[in-house]
């Protein structure tokens, strides 16, 4: 199930403020991106103090995932893959974006209503359906306007999503290649994996 891409926007963010941002994987400048200054949850990117955009850059579009992220939630792979994403930038001196899209774009409120769905039966598409939801909210042409801020027009995006394919490949950034991000799954969260591959075509198998 791969949503229609829109068609990219006009550029709405612009670079804000950045900084230098030591992590346990690393030095990485941090820069926010938002349409106006006093944004409060601007998007992020990270890039590796030793990234060259003259050559392709390994590139993780991450939408934000506070429960997994942050807290850990073994609900998803999220948390997981951002960390991941993030030992991988460093090494290959890379770029993470992250987004500021919680739950596939629904939020945090409707997220924690879906998950109680979830514990009745529902699989994570129908949980969102039953609430009068778009399986997959999220818009990545912010994503693409971050790189162009960036001059990066050519990466190796770390992904298995579809839908992230598809919206770059139809923009003006090269996918050199498609490097996959799998995380091994556990009890909590085999069927949300399973679903995300059976029902929204991500590309791993279980």
């Given at each position: 199930?791969?949503?229609?891409?829109?068609p990219i926007k006009k550029s709405?963010?612009?670079?804000?403020?950045?900084?230098?941002i030591p992590t346990p994987w690393g030095n990485f400048r941090m820069i926010a991106f938002s349409e106006r200054e006093e944004e409060w949850m601007p998007h992020l990117a990270l890039i590796h103090e030793n990234c060259n955009i003259a050559e392709p850059v390994?590139?993780?579009?991450?939408?934000?995932?506070?429960?997994?992220?942050?807290?850990?939630?073994?609900?998803c792979d999220?948390?997981?893959?951002?960390?991941?994403?993030?030992?991988l930038a460093a090494e290959r001196q890379g770029v993470v974006l992250y987004l500021r899209q919680e739950g596939r774009g629904i939020g945090i409120i409707n997220k924690l209503k879906a998950y109680n769905l979830q514990d009745r039966g529902l699989?994570?598409?129908?949980?969102?359906?039953?609430?009068?939801?778009?399986?997959?909210?999220?818009?990545?042409?912010?994503?693409?306007?971050?790189?162009?801020?960036?001059?990066?027009?050519?990466?190796?995006?770390?992904?298995?999503?579809?839908?992230?394919?598809e919206a770059v490949e139809h923009s003006n950034v090269q996918v050199?290649?498609?490097?996959?991000?799998?995380?091994?799954?556990?009890?909590?969260?085999?069927?949300?994996?399973?679903?995300?591959?059976?029902?929204?075509g991500h590309l791993f198998k279980l």
């Amino acid at each position: 199930m791969v949503k229609k891409i829109e068609p990219i926007k006009k550029s709405t963010v612009k670079k804000q403020a950045e900084a230098l941002i030591p992590t346990p994987w690393g030095n990485f400048r941090m820069i926010a991106f938002s349409e106006r200054e006093e944004e409060w949850m601007p998007h992020l990117a990270l890039i590796h103090e030793n990234c060259n955009i003259a050559e392709p850059v390994l590139t993780r579009i991450h939408s934000e995932c506070i429960t997994g992220d942050l807290f850990g939630s073994k609900r998803c792979d999220c948390g997981e893959q951002l960390h991941k994403a993030m030992e991988l930038a460093a090494e290959r001196q890379g770029v993470v974006l992250y987004l500021r899209q919680e739950g596939r774009g629904i939020g945090i409120i409707n997220k924690l209503k879906a998950y109680n769905l979830q514990d009745r039966g529902l699989n994570t598409v129908d949980a969102n359906l039953h609430l009068g939801l778009e399986v997959d909210a999220r818009q990545y042409h912010i994503a693409i306007e971050m790189l162009d801020a960036l001059g990066i027009t050519r990466i190796h995006l770390l992904t298995n999503n579809p839908d992230k394919i598809e919206a770059v490949e139809h923009s003006n950034v090269q996918v050199v290649s498609r490097i996959p991000l799998v995380i091994e799954p556990k009890k909590e969260n085999f069927k949300y994996l399973k679903t995300k591959q059976d029902e929204m075509g991500h590309l791993f198998k279980l």
